[in-house]
């Protein structure tokens, strides 16, 4: 058998295991090693939890849920990563009697593969097919995360808001396909000034990309927009019929908030966005903040 298969009794001692339980334990640094007989399951369980696994405690409770009779079976989806290796499980319990006593199998089935492939479709679901980069869905999750972050650690955020210049006349004069190029290159760009977990970039919508810093004051991050400016004029994409220049330009509006529990996220995207029209009304190619 693939599972890894145990058998309780109803004060959770382990009645018997199999040479797949015995052997997982074996290769992955378990204390037990080979000798199951007589451990009580549930109490090295509720010591895992002691020691940080939040999943240990569900699995605690589910199964006293079956012993009980509370419920008919359950089921229970955990990682259990080694140092080098990433590997899921799927606990199944299921009760039996013998001689009106009642017992359990636990069996754990590895459900890795099946995993990785969920992952790989999450992760394409947050991700811009074009651009390759975070997409709005994200964008709106992260903030909202990060907004608690630094409200909690008293941090401030900034926000960038980025608009190409004339975009609808770029595109009607060289058509979608150098338009989509254009995107592109400018999610390629701004990869490179997200270093942190507490940072993004990514496309918040059309032509417009939206950066933000987490932990990082307003007079941080201008200069790091500075540069964005400039690469993206020495990405030298012509625009010749834009009245900006004759190359690909953005324009820029920059905020900065202090997170806390009177404000939101909101404002500071609303101020960001603010600051973008002013730039736009001010001449484009060019920072306001």
Known sequence: MTEHIAVIDDQGKIQYVNDRWSSYGHDNGSDIQLDWLGIN???ECKNAFIRGDDFSRNAVNGITNVINKKMTTFHLEYPCHSPDKMKWFIMTV?????NEKVYCVISHQDITERKLAEDTVKSLARI???TDIPNRRTFDTFINEEWKRCARLNMPMSLAFIDIDHFKLLNDTYGHQYGDKCLTKVGELLKGYVKRPTDICAR????EFVLVWGNTALEQSINLVKEILQKIVNLNMPNNKSLTSSCLTVSIGMAE???????SENELILNADHKLSIAKVSGRNRISH
Request: charged content about 20%; hydrophobic content about 35%; glycine content about 10%.
């Open 41 to 43: 399951y549930l109490n």
């Open 94 to 98: 299921t009760p039996f009697e013998i």
């Open 128 to 130: 811009d097919w074009l």
């Open 204 to 207: 918040y919508g059309g032509d």
């Open 257 to 263: 908030m202090f997170p806390n529990k009177v404000n």
